[in-house]
């Protein structure tokens, strides 16, 4: 008999176990840290961003730089839409959730487009149509209504987290497309995919984040908050960047005047949207 293993489960129970530490850890009273009052749980963290850390560098790094140097950019482009697409088919929700009207409907216009007319979200005919994209998960609407984000949690594989965060992840996996569909070697071929084709968006990201910090725990954690703190109190007339873009920079060439930023406050290994 073979033996299948889910990535939903597996990721859900991550969240989930990690919840109940967190739980159990404040039953008991608070942790030995360094005094910053976000990260009570910093010699934990550290263990778990290590763990996270080395697994990147002996698997996941090597397998998305395989990838991106044998995947022609067209394709890793479309590979990008395609989750994108599907991204904003829950940021609709999460729109929703947040009463922010217009923003729903810019995702709703958005899945629509590509879906149709893009080839089921391959190409990316919204934003050719300036149809604006507005990203938001789960841990976002917690915010929005209300709920503080808690301690900062790193989480293993998934990377930096608050509780607040780990709980809308579990959201976030049990509401996305791809991990809801009943074919499960499709389902995890999907989903390996997204998460090789995301971490090899952010390649450029982890080398700045090697060369620039004189301790990653520290500047990934503090990014990581900066940027959540900007997302849930995020003016609405702001322009919002695209942190999910293949790197568009020729090789031995300066970066063309569009070019996207990368987010350095990318875990090892991405969420799964």
Known sequence: MTTRITIKPLLSGVV?????????GCATGP????????????????TVFKFNDELDRAVIKPVAVAYRDI????????????FGNISDAWSLVNNVLQLHG???????????VNTFWGLGGVFDVASEMKIPRHSEDFGQTLGVWGVAPGAYLVLP?????????????LVDINGNLVTRSKDVPLRNSLSALGAVNLR????????????????KYSFAREIYLQRRRSLVGRDPAEKEERFDLPETVPAGGAAPADARPVDVSSPAAPKVP
């Open 16 to 24: 989930a176990a990690f919840a109940l530490v967190l739980l159990q």
């Open 31 to 46: 942790n030995t840290s360094s005094g910053n009052p976000a990260d009570p749980l910093e010699p934990f963290n550290r």
């Open 71 to 82: 995947t022609p950019q067209l394709i890793r482009r479309g590979v990008t839409n395609f």
């Open 102 to 112: 217009t923003d729903a409907t810019d995702s709703l216009f958005r899945v629509t």
């Open 157 to 169: 594989v998934l990377g930096p987290s608050t509780i607040r965060d780990s709980v809308g992840t």
């Open 200 to 215: 090899a968006n952010f390649l450029d990201a982890g080398d700045v984040l090697d060369g620039a910090a004189l301790d």
